[in-house]
């Protein structure tokens, strides 16, 4: 079989277990029982089999243009030619010797530990107002919206804190008091915001769990029909 093409990848179904489909130069497209599609570079190391995933496959990322090669990281929802970018990069890395795995979880170690919540969450407002963004643009009354919610209800309580240091706890926490103060519409758009900071955050390739998925909005909120 020659190089995977975009039709191909749109046309994968999933089977009982994980099946691999091979493009070029170490990588495939693995794809899941639950139909996620993920591209893989099989290489070696000091003689050690390595698997590095480069990143989730976005039928969306294919309707925008590509983004500059030293945008993406691995771990990124990418297209095709994002996936092949992101290979040349890990190839080179083999060549000097160097385990591209390795060097993701360092960068995702480093980012966690750097970057604060309230630093992602104004890289998500950027990225959702940008017109770059395409598809995944938001539009200005809603992004005003979620921002106002975020200024007035979630910065001076969380944006100081490191990414694993936003628990379901204290997310939970501050719903509660955002439900007593300001509403429960409130409290749930509180719960939304953070949920789309971190899927941002998962986007971008940092390995954290969502502390918003594990709390339900009929938990913060019951609505009159």
């Known amino acids: 079989m020659g190089d995977l093409t975009d039709k191909e990848l749109k046309n994968l179904k999933p089977k009982a277990k994980l099946h691999k489909v091979t493009d070029r130069d170490g990588m495939y497209a693995a794809v899941t029982p639950t139909g996620v599609i993920s591209f893989r570079y099989q290489y070696r190391v000091s003689g050690r089999q390595k698997v590095l995933t480069i990143g989730r496959y976005s039928a969306e990322a294919e309707c925008r243009t590509s983004r500059a090669p030293d945008t993406l990281e691995y771990g990124m929802e990418v297209s095709l030619a994002e996936a092949r970018a992101l290979l040349v990069r890990a190839r080179r890395q083999v060549e000097r010797g160097e385990s591209s795995s390795k060097a993701k979880v360092e960068k995702r170690t480093a ?22 963004s395409g598809a995944e643009r938001l539009a200005d009354s809603t992004l005003t919206m979620r921002r106002s919610v975020y200024d007035r209800a979630i910065a001076g ?69």
Do not use: Y
């Open 111 to 132: 980012l966690a530990e750097a970057v604060t919540f309230g630093g992602w969450a104004e890289a998500h407002f950027k990225h959702k107002g940008d017109p770059k």
């Open 157 to 225: 309580e969380l944006s100081k804190f490191k990414m694993g240091e936003v628990t379901p706890q204290r997310l939970k926490r501050l719903c509660d008091e955002a439900k007593e103060t300001r509403g429960p519409a409130i409290a749930v758009h509180v719960r939304e915001v953070v949920l789309l900071v971190f899927r941002h955050v998962q986007g971008s390739g940092l390995d954290v769990s969502n502390p918003a998925e594990s709390i339900r909005t009929s938990a913060i909120a019951t609505f009159e029909p």
